[in-house]
């Protein structure tokens, strides 16, 4: 499981650690750890172009200190200070007895250029200072972010400005938010641990892993019939979007339930493609409510949510919802909007939804008591505790009815037991996986999708053995 930390919480276990440690050690420490990642990434260390962007915090002296290093090696280093008076002192000293050397302007060649401008506790985007430098980087030249890319929020992925765009980013002793949620996380690329021997409390944000979503997964017993295994309602379906109920259908036998259960106008194109479907009104374990409701979505979902039982409103249905409604349910609620929807949900702009996606997660788990899973780039799962990063996906998932798809694997899965914040997070890390399965570099349909989810959760069951 990757497991992230608020920069409070990682500067107050730096300070823990650097209490115990000669001065400067702690650096040392992390200049080491990028160094190397630094050399792997170049053919050659001897002869290689190195360029440092050297800011004046302690995010420049670990640069220069990993820059010294590579210098050391061979490396032709050249650092360009943001504020050539207020470099590291320690990190110059060390680079320039390396053999490297200070310019006021970037190379208009690099093999390698470390982003060393901004450090974790950075604010409301890139300086003009800073921005300017980052025009310059030669193209061609693989970026390395040093801890996060410079421009990025560390807290919450938050993009304001400008930012830099890495190629592989290195963080040290702890990954943060804004590495693994976007927009932040698409400018990090691929982000490496240093571990710094940070001793740390619970997360704020984690990802699981295919180990942690493989022991999640419902695994019926020698005693199990459909029953005990669970049944899903699905309410979803209209005259005008039949399809989206066989796709939520779809997704709720991929689930792991032992029976579907549909209830809508659309029962004859359910039944046409999944016979095994049962059809009409009855005793379940979890509602799906609102894919492709249309004007019946408010009787829909009220009904659904009298019902004492784990419901998913999605869709049409969470159009017009009560928190208070919610919040006097004696069972858990699902909710899984797309920022549209999000930003409904809570009377914003949708591009205040899109630029601040952990913060929207955890204000709409709080103001409607529910657990929510907010789809995206970055898919989030909040139950007003630690908030989940869904780890897999592909942009071709970006499809007409991908959205009903997940909806009824995630109901399946509250029908088998599982708590709404768990359900919600198997069934987006099934069905990234599924549609990198069906995909694989091509457009692909929600209908494939499904169709790939028992390969997924194969893949996932191996991997828990």
Not at 257 to 280: M, W
Not at 316 to 321: I, M, V
Not at 344 to 369: I, N, P, T
């Amino acid at each position: 499981m990757r497991t992230a930390y608020s920069v409070e919480t990682v500067r107050a276990a730096e300070r823990e650690l650097m209490a115990r440690l000669p001065e400067g050690a702690l650096m040392r420490r992390a200049a080491a750890g990028l160094a190397a990642v630094c050399a792997g990434l170049l053919r050659r260390v001897s002869g290689a172009r190195v360029v440092l962007l050297v800011g004046p915090g302690d995010n420049g002296g670990d640069t220069l200190f990993a820059g010294a290093r590579l210098a050391r090696r061979g490396a032709g280093v050249t650092a360009v200070p943001m504020d050539p008076e207020r470099m590291h002192e320690g990190g110059l000293r060390a680079l320039l007895a390396a053999g490297g050397r200070v310019a006021p302007a970037v190379p208009g060649r690099a093999d390698l250029v470390l982003d060393g401008l901004v450090g974790i506790g950075g604010r409301g985007g890139l300086r003009p200072a800073a921005g300017a430098l980052v025009e310059r980087i030669p193209q061609g030249a693989v970026v390395v972010g040093v801890d996060l890319p410079s421009g990025v929020d560390a807290d919450t992925g938050e993009v304001p400005g400008a930012a830099v765009r890495a190629d592989v980013t290195v963080t040290f002793g702890a990954y943060k938010p804004g590495l693994l949620i976007d927009p932040g996380a698409s400018r990090a690329g691929a982000v490496r641990l240093v571990d710094i021997g940070l001793s740390l409390p619970e997360p704020e944000v984690e990802a699981l892993q295919h180990a942690e979503v493989a022991g999640l997964l419902p695994v019926p017993t020698a005693s199990s019939d459909k029953y005990r295994r669970g049944v899903v309602g699905v309410v979803a379906g209209s005259a005008q979007y039949p399809g989206a109920a066989v796709l939520a259908v779809a997704g709720a036998l991929r689930g792991g339930a032992g029976a579907v259960r549909y209830v809508g106008p659309a029962a004859d194109a359910v039944l046409a493609r999944y016979p095994e479907t049962l059809i009409g009104r009855g005793r379940v374990q979890a509602w799906v409510v609102g894919p492709g409701l249309g004007a019946e979505r408010a009787a829909e979902v009220a009904r659904a949510l009298s019902d004492p039982v784990p419901v998913l409103v999605d869709a049409d249905g969470l159009r017009g919802l009560d928190p208070e409604v919610l919040r006097g349910r004696p069972a858990a609620t699902l909710l899984t909007p797309h920022a549209g929807e999000a930003a409904a949900l809570l009377g914003v702009a949708r591009e205040a939804v899109e630029s601040a996606r952990l913060a929207s997660v955890r204000d709409l788990a709080a103001r409607y008591g529910a657990a929510v899973l907010l789809k995206g780039s970055t898919t989030l799962v909040s139950g007003g505790g630690v908030v989940r990063v869904n780890p897999t996906g592909t942009p071709w998932l970006a499809t007409a009815g991908s959205g009903d798809v997940l909806s009824g694997l995630a109901g399946a899965l509250l029908a088998t037991g599982l708590s709404a914040v768990d359900a919600g997070s198997v069934a987006a890390y099934l069905h990234g996986l599924a549609a990198r399965h069906a995909a694989s570099g091509a457009p692909v349909l929600a209908q494939e999708v499904a169709a790939t989810l028992p390969e997924a959760w194969r893949q996932l069951s191996l991997a828990g053995v």
